[in-house]
C-alpha cells in the first residue's frame, strides 16, 4: 500500500477486499483505500498517527471505524461518501476534523467529538442526515465550527434536533447549520465565549436576494435561542427563514 496516488493502489487493492487489520505502521497513504467498495470495517491501532486525504472515501459497504488513541492527522475527505458508515470512534488525539471528512455519510446517527478537536471545517458533516445527536466531551477545546456559502459544516443534518455548543467555541461559520429543519434546541454553555454567528446574502444586479447562506439558515424547527452575551457580530441572514422562532 506504498502508492502515491489512488489511481496506481486501484491497480492492486482487490475490488472484493472486506476486511484489513492493520498490524503497524504510523500512517495510512493518500487515498490507500478509496473505492474499495467491498470493505464492511476498519479498525486501526494506536501505533497509527495520520490518515491521508481520500484514504477510505467511497468505501460504500463501510460500516464500522475504529480509530487508534494516537490518530492526530486525518486528511479531507477521508470517509468521503461512505454512504453505510453506521459507527465511527474518533481519536482522542484529532485536533481538527476536516473538509469533507464525514461528507454524505448518511447512516450515521451519533458522533462523539472529543475535547481534543478545535475545529470543525466546513463540509466536515456535509448531508450527514441520519445524524440525530452531536455530543461533544467535557472541557471541549473546540473553538471555530467553520463554513462557507452552502458548505456548511453541518449543513443538511436533517435529523439533527438538538445541540449545545461548547463555551469555547468562537466563531459559528456561514450555512454551519444549513438545512437542519429539525434543530428544535441550540443551547450554549455557561460562561460562552462565541464571537460571531456568521451569515451571507448574495443579492443582485436589482438588490434581491439570489443566495442565503446564514449560520442557522432554514433551520425551520428552531423556536428559541439564547444570545451569549460575548457575541458581538450576527451576520445577515443568520437566522433566515427560521420560520418557528418565536
Same mark, same amino acid.
Given at each position: ?27 495510512? #497513504? ?40 494516537? /490518530? ?61 445527536? /452531536? ?11 467553520? #463554513? ?65 447562506? #446564514? ?32
Amino acid at each position: 500500500f506504498g502508492a502515491d496516488s489512488y489511481s496506481y493502489n486501484s491497480s492492486y487493492v482487490p475490488s472484493s477486499l472486506k476486511e484489513v487489520i492493520i498490524t503497524g505502521g504510523t500512517s495510512i #497513504g493518500y487515498g490507500a483505500f478509496r473505492g474499495c467498495s467491498s470493505l464492511q470495517s476498519i479498525t486501526i491501532p494506536n501505533s497509527v498517527t495520520s490518515i491521508g486525504a481520500s484514504a477510505f472515501s467511497n468505501d460504500t459497504n463501510l460500516t464500522s471505524v475504529t480509530m487508534g488513541n494516537q /490518530v492526530a492527522e486525518l486528511g479531507q475527505s477521508a470517509f468521503y461518501q461512505c454512504s453505510n458508515l453506521v459507527n465511527v470512534k474518533l481519536s482522542e488525539q484529532l485536533t481538527i476534523i476536516d473538509e469533507n471528512t464525514f461528507y454524505y455519510c448518511s447512516k450515521i446517527a451519533t458522533i462523539i467529538i472529543p475535547n481534543s478537536v478545535t475545529t470543525i471545517k466546513q463540509q466536515a458533516f456535509f448531508n450527514c442526515t441520519g445524524i440525530k445527536t /452531536v455530543e461533544f466531551a467535557s472541557n471541549s477545546s473546540l473553538q471555530t465550527i467553520e #463554513g462557507a456559502a452552502d458548505k456548511g459544516a453541518f449543513q443538511n443534518c436533517s435529523s439533527l434536533q438538538s445541540i449545545t455548543i461548547p463555551n469555547k467555541v468562537v466563531s459559528i461559520g456561514v450555512s454551519a447549520f444549513q438545512n437542519c429543519s429539525t434543530l428544535e434546541t441550540l443551547n450554549f454553555e455557561t460562561n460562552s465565549t462565541l464571537e460571531i454567528i456568521d451569515g451571507l446574502i448574495n443579492l443582485n444586479a436589482s438588490d434581491r436576494i439570489v443566495a442565503a447562506g #446564514g449560520a442557522f439558515y432554514n433551520c425551520t424547527s428552531l423556536k428559541s435561542v439564547v444570545i451569549p452575551a460575548s457575541v458581538h457580530t450576527i451576520g445577515a441572514g443568520a437566522f433566515k427563514n427560521c420560520t418557528a422562532l418565536s
